[in-house]
């Protein structure tokens, strides 16, 4: 393992235990203060804190961007080699609910590109991990793409644009769109997660607007290392700073890049 990557799992698995060990309480602490928010908010930061203890230690002139120290993201602007990109805990609302389906997501992007990727989902103990030319995996076993051709026959991810409630009305046309021209439709809210899934085929692709570069780019990379494509919904390589990522096997890509190119930001949809 590329010992990049082997201190993004050290640290994944770190922010792993802290949710793991906060799941179990969530019911108790819901029933005694009622501020599940605040909770979650200190779940997320000693989640975060824990990953970046384990970064900066390593790599102390790495330069990070996490989703709760809240930078914002210009592709190079601090002129940086290695950047790390950090979700604590993507698929926040289910956790406050104990619905199972959130992760830890981290990548390092090299000059602006993911050259390493780790999602973890602490609840499986599922470890996904790639290394950019070295392929992708699952608890060590080598994963691909799925091998469907026909979108008729594939099962879908999808997210709701949650930060912008206006975008919602394109949304749901899309979303009829693609009920009708695919096999099921799922939603299941950790966009991180979705991706690693489609990586080792459980989706066959996956569509969402208005995310952020920590929702994406372990996922992009775990993707691309699975032999999918990723992209915006015109199948463009602009997914990371417009937010607007469309993914899945080569032959599913190229069939949602028809129907879903129109509602693209480069075709003049909605910016969500």
């Known amino acids: 393992m590329h010992p990049m990557l082997n201190i993004a799992v050290k640290a994944a698995r770190k922010a792993g235990s802290i949710i793991n060990r906060a799941s179990m309480d969530v019911d108790l602490l819901r029933v005694t203060r009622k501020q599940h ?4 908010t200190e779940v997320d930061r000693s989640a975060e804190a ?4 384990v970064i900066r230690t390593a790599y102390p002139d790495h330069a990070i961007l996490a989703e709760e120290s809240g930078q914002s993201w210009a592709e190079g602007e601090d002129g940086h ?3 790390w990109v950090i979700d604590p805990l993507d ?3 289910n956790f406050i609910h104990g619905f199972p389906q959130y992760c830890v997501s981290i990548a390092l ?3 602006g590109n993911p050259s390493q990727a780790v999602v973890y989902d602490p609840t499986r103990d599922e470890l996904f991990t790639a290394s950019k030319g070295a392929g992708a995996f699952l608890n060590n076993r080598r994963i691909r793409v799925s091998r469907r051709d026909k979108l008729a026959d594939c099962l879908i991810g999808t997210g709701f644009p949650f930060r912008n409630l206006e975008s919602l ?4 046309e899309v979303f009829a769109l693609m009920t009708q021209n695919c096999a099921g439709l799922r939603r299941p809210g950790a966009a991180a997660l979705d991706l690693a899934y489609v990586a080792c085929g459980r989706l066959d692709g996956f569509f969402e607007s208005g995310l952020k570069p920590w929702d994406m780019a372990a996922g992009m990379l775990l993707i691309t290392e699975a032999g999918g494509l990723v992209g915006n919904y015109a199948g463009e390589a602009r997914q990371m700073e417009q937010g607007e990522v469309m993914a899945g096997n ?4 190229a069939q949602m890049v028809r ?14």
Do not use: C, M, Q, W
Request: glycine share 8%.
């Open 259 to 272: 129907l879903l190119s129109p509602y693209s930001i480069d075709n003049g949809g909605p910016a969500a």
């Open 50 to 53: 824990a990953i970046i203890e």
């Open 81 to 83: 080699e290695y950047t």
């Open 109 to 111: 992007l090299h000059r």
């Open 250 to 253: 080569p032959k599913t890509f």
């Open 91 to 93: 698929g926040t609302t």
């Open 169 to 172: 009305n394109a949304y749901l």
């Open 37 to 40: 928010n605040d909770f979650v």
